[in-house]
């Protein structure tokens, strides 16, 4: 008996062992999990935001404005966190700000990564003169603050969330290209890779079946930092009132359109910004035991 | 050394010319007609369109327009503002003393706190102080800070009424500009009061923009601290009965800051971006608000000279820190 269970152990999938390896050194640090459970909340909230949103995110209550909380004096329980200058309900709108945000860290993260992979790849593996020529190219687009290069961007493409999100990615993309290439150089003298070069592999099976696989964990890593941090430079964006455009209730221009009333109604400008710092936050605090789970010097073997 | 540094210059060259021709192309990427927009008109009869296509060169081919464009930067000719029609470069350096005194002023505030912070929390790794500063260091380093100065503007200006609201310095004073530094100027001026309100200026915004370099710094000296503490040199000089004090202080401390320096260096960046939110938020006259009033108001001249002038100053700094870097740690210039 205690023989088959052993070989019914040793035969689980590679995927299921490595995952659960992952998630014993992950649960190890407790914010981290804190961060996911938070994190997950955010998904299910921008999932369901039509179920959970009590009002219309646009609908303006012409007998409602700047409505205080309803645990402030003159609160009323229709409007749970208060309402705006023109009586937009602000648990509504936040509710649907979770919406813009995650999609906007989903998609920057994605496109950066899966270009910055592509380009650090081939610099990587081919190196010579496409690598001096793509890793200069790299280092320019890092001379410049991501925030003003973003700017400049948006103020060639014209303001709105799509453009704001493309000169992100563009901003995000060369730290890809770095790990990339050099975990590929890493790599690429390593035995087993010679081992499939001999066995007949062409480069591109090189290159995306044999090699990249083994560089995942750090980019992993930056993924969700690009997360966190494409979810604050939209937010600026859009505070600057270059990002996403009004009425949209992105949280970041739900603030910009709040700033006059800072000292008037402190509800307005305070609770988006709450918003943006637990997703952020929360995001961080993954990235952290991710780095943990997957950094292998990090691991106590 | 010197190998070493006419390395990292050689390296800069091909990364300045670069970014030159990014300045360079942007004006020319901008839909609509370049000629136009730099003459900040939005008609033209075509004598006139010929003339000012020719004034501003665009009648020749785009290399040789690129050539003349370098040319003129070279000899500090960055155009004229649309708006304006001041030098950009004037502009700049008119704003440039505004932004490096605030940003000065944060480095400082993160520095003097961060690294503090950071070896204590390496020394009484796991205690409660460790998990306090690196919470708190997460949360800063998570923090949206044009919505982080709101709230110091609620509490500070709004209801405590300790500071003002925005600008550099009460309209009572009025004093000529020295160096450009409201703090020094204001002690230099001799009027009583003008320093307390520089001051009192000054501390929301520099808390504002030196809180993400603080979080990375507190984070940085910590993890370094804490690699350099489990080393045989530091038993050893344990083992010595040297005292606590000296063992952290003299023989960690130094070995730790090295990668502390790189990390300070490469807030440089970090500040620039963030100079554009604060100074936004606080009507601080530096050059990152100089920056979004011209995106606001479509100078793309200023637009084109700023994004220049920044980056050089950028790559500059960095250029510093590095060889900074390669005379602390020799192991690097090889």
């Known amino acids: ?301 | 050394m010197l190998q070493f540094f006419l390395r990292r210059i050689a390296v800069l060259i091909p990364t300045f010319l670069g970014v030159s021709l990014i300045a360079f192309s942007f004006i020319r990427l901008l839909p609509g007609d370049p000629v136009l927009i730099l003459a900040g008109q939005h008609a033209m009869t075509p004598e006139q369109h010929a003339a000012a296509m020719h004034a501003l060169g665009f009648d020749r081919s785009l290399p040789v327009q690129y050539l003349d464009y370098l040319g003129n930067m070279l000899q500090g000719d960055f155009g004229q503002s649309v708006v304006t029609k001041r030098s950009v470069l004037q502009e700049f350096f008119a704003r440039f003393p505004a932004t490096l005194e605030l940003s000065i002023c944060a480095m400082i505030i993160a520095v003097c706190l961060g690294i503090p912070a950071g070896v204590f929390a390496a020394v009484k790794r796991g205690s409660f102080f460790d998990h306090t500063v690196m919470g708190t260091a997460l949360i800063g380093y998570s923090m949206p800070i044009f919505w982080w100065g709101l709230l110091l503007i609620i509490l500070f200006s709004g209801i405590l009424q300790w500071t003002p609201v925005s600008g550099r310095i009460d309209l009572l004073y009025y004093f000529p500009s020295v160096t450009g530094f409201m703090l020094i100027d204001s002690l230099l001026s001799g009027q009583k009061g003008a320093f307390g309100s520089a001051v009192s200026h000054l501390i929301l915004p520099a808390i504002v923009l030196g809180t993400i370099p603080l979080a990375v710094i507190a984070r940085q000296t910590r993890s370094a601290m804490l690699e350099v503490l489990s080393e045989d040199y530091v038993r050893t000089a344990r083992a010595k009965g040297l005292p606590p004090f000296r063992v952290i202080g003299v023989h960690a401390l130094r070995n730790a800051l090295i990668p502390v320096i790189t990390t300070i260096g490469l807030q440089v960046g970090v500040l620039m971006a963030g100079a554009i939110l604060t100074e936004t938020i606080f009507s601080w006259p530096g050059v990152g608000k100089w920056m979004v009033d011209s995106v606001f108001k479509r100078d793309y001249t200023v637009i084109q000279g700023g994004l220049l002038l920044i980056a050089a100053i950028i790559m500059f700094v960095n250029l510093i820190v590095d060889l900074l870097y390669g005379l602390i740690n020799p192991r690097i210039r090889h």
């Open chain 1, 1 to 301: 008996m205690a023989d088959t269970s052993i070989k019914t152990a040793n035969e689980e999938s590679p995927l299921r062992r490595v995952l659960a390896e992952f998630w014993f050194y992950f649960a190890e640090n407790r914010g981290a999990v804190i961060g996911l459970w938070v994190f997950v909340a955010l998904v299910l909230v921008a999932i369901f935001a039509p179920l959970l949103a009590p009002h219309e995110p646009y609908l303006q209550y012409r007998d409602a404005v700047l409505v205080p909380p309803v645990w402030q004096e003159g609160g009323r329980s229709a409007y749970l966190l208060g309402t705006d200058a023109v009586g937009r309900d602000i648990l509504s709108r936040l509710i649907y700000g979770a919406r813009y945000s995650l999609f906007i860290g989903i998609v920057v993260t994605t496109v950066a990564m899966v270009c910055g992979i592509l380009i650090g790849v081939i610099a990587g593996y081919f190196r010579g003169w496409i690598d001096t020529a793509i890793m200069r190219l790299m280092d320019i687009i890092l001379a410049f603050p991501s925030l003003l290069l973003a700017l400049v961007l948006v103020a060639v493409l014209g303001p709105g969330l799509i453009n704001a999100m493309i000169a992100i990615a563009l901003v995000y993309q060369p730290h890809f290209v770095r790990l990339t290439r050099a975990a590929v150089m890493a790599e690429k003298s390593r035995d087993y890779v010679v081992a499939a070069r001999v066995a007949g592999a062409g480069p591109l099976r090189l290159m995306f079946r044999t090699i990249l696989p083994n560089c995942m964990a750090p980019l992993i890593v930056q993924g969700a930092l690009s997360f966190s941090n494409a979810i604050l430079d939209a937010a600026a964006l859009g505070f600057l009132g270059m990002g996403a455009q009004p009425p949209t209730p992105e949280w970041g221009t739900m603030l910009a359109e709040a700033r006059e009333f800072i000292l008037r109604a402190w509800w307005v400008v305070t609770l988006p910004g709450l918003a943006i710092l637990i997703t952020v936050l929360a995001i961080n605090l993954m990235g952290d035991g991710l780095r943990d789970a997957l950094d292998p010097k990090m691991k106590r073997s």
